[in-house]
């Protein structure tokens, strides 16, 4: 009896940790994320387009993840067998569905109302949450998603030229189911399948799917060999790619597999918030483009919304935290080792 007391607040205490370090993960993973933008403008201005960026940067992420799954696999391919519908699903929806959804989007939308409408994902996941479990959310919870949509609406700036379009703003409704797919895979904890083997397999998935969906001629694919213009400075094709495939997607999907499951769907889609924030924020060191003050302020508004759900979620079972927390000492970590 005195063991089971002892280890119970030792328990707790590393949950807690871990999801300290769950925040900080995820929001390292937006801040990466938050890189494709820039990254992506420059190669679009030469003469790329989204969907050839797009099944490039996956498959050469596939590629450079491949060797690192491989290994934390150690040889034990039924994990891959046994757990192959959530790897294509997260391929088909998390990855390829999202963005070819959100580009669909854009083609009749403004860049910001897309966005706008693909990022009211953690809105939906509290509402299917609140349908599920019949529960009501907690009031903090619910002020921290105003909190954060009013921050996107500031951010974006998209009073500034909205143009909506009944099958746009159907196409990034579509974006934002697939961000909440994306979310609840990637947030469930699965202790035979390590976050490599599922980024690297699922960004092999989306990239294939994108090839072939190019070659159908659903999606324009238009690549090209000429200097583009980054941070400055001209430079070869192959500068951004690199950063768009090293930095924006095996680092991103990798830790932010990693925050998921470490903070659970909910959490981890309202931190996830913060990557128009850090967007923003590269856009002005990379490409000279200074968010006004508007956009500053709609930044807080994010952190503070962002804020208000974590603390909600901690505050509503004290004693035992929620089974991501609980299980992430272990989990993602020991997952891939």
Same mark, same amino acid.
């Given at each position: 009896m005195a063991g089971k007391t002892a280890s119970a607040p030792a328990a707790h205490g590393a949950a807690h940790s871990a999801a300290v370090s769950g925040v900080g993960i995820a929001l390292f993973s937006s801040a990466v994320f938050g890189l494709s933008g820039s990254f992506a403008k420059? /190669? +679009?201005?030469?003469?790329?387009? #989204?969907?050839?960026? !797009?099944?490039?940067?996956?498959?050469g992420a596939a590629l450079v993840l491949a060797v690192p799954a491989v290994i934390a696999l150690h040889g034990?391919?039924?994990?891959?067998?046994?757990?192959?519908?959530?790897?294509?699903?997260?391929?088909l929806i998390g990855v390829a569905g999202c963005q070819l959804f959100y580009f669909?989007?854009?083609?009749?939308?403004?860049?910001?109302?897309? /966005? +706008?409408?693909?990022?009211?994902? #953690?809105?939906?996941? !509290?509402?299917?949450?609140?349908?599920?479990?019949?529960?009501?959310?907690?009031?903090a919870t619910l002020a921290g998603a105003l909190l954060s949509i009013a921050g996107?609406?500031?951010?974006?700036?998209?009073?500034?030229?909205?143009?909506?379009?009944?099958?746009g703003v159907l196409w990034g409704l579509a974006a934002a189911v697939c961000l909440v797919i994306y979310f609840f895979i990637t947030a469930r904890h699965n202790e035979s399948l390590p976050p490599l083997v599922l980024a690297a397999g699922g960004l092999l998935v989306g990239g294939v799917v994108m090839l072939l969906l190019g070659a159908a001629r659903v999606v324009p694919m238009s690549f090209s060999a000429a200097d583009v213009s980054l941070a400055g400075w001209s430079t070869q094709w192959w500068v951004p790619m690199v950063g768009l495939i090293l930095f924006s997607t095996v680092l991103s999907y990798v830790?932010?597999?990693?925050?998921?499951?470490?903070?659970?769907?909910?959490?981890?889609?309202?931190?996830?918030?913060?990557?128009?924030l850090f967007a923003v924020l590269w856009a002005w060191l990379l490409l000279g483009e200074l968010p006004a003050a508007i956009q500053l302020l709609g930044g807080g508004l994010i952190v503070a919304g962002v804020v208000l759900v974590r603390l909600d979620e901690l505050r509503s079972q004290p004693h035992l935290p929620r089974a991501a927390d609980a299980v992430a000492a272990s989990g993602p970590a020991g997952a891939g080792t």
């Open positions: 420059s /190669l +679009l201005e030469a003469g790329w387009t #989204p969907g050839s960026a !797009v099944a490039i940067r996956m498959i034990r391919w039924h994990q891959v067998r046994s757990n192959w519908r959530t790897i294509v699903l997260f391929g669909n989007a854009v083609a009749t939308l403004s860049v910001g109302v897309a /966005l +706008l409408l693909e990022f009211l994902a #953690p809105v939906l996941i !509290v509402l299917w949450l609140w349908l599920t479990s019949r529960r009501m959310p907690r009031p996107l609406v500031l951010v974006l700036d998209v009073f500034g030229s909205i143009k909506l379009d009944p099958g830790t932010g597999i990693m925050a998921a499951r470490r903070l659970g769907s909910k959490v981890a889609s309202f931190v996830s918030l913060t990557e128009v």
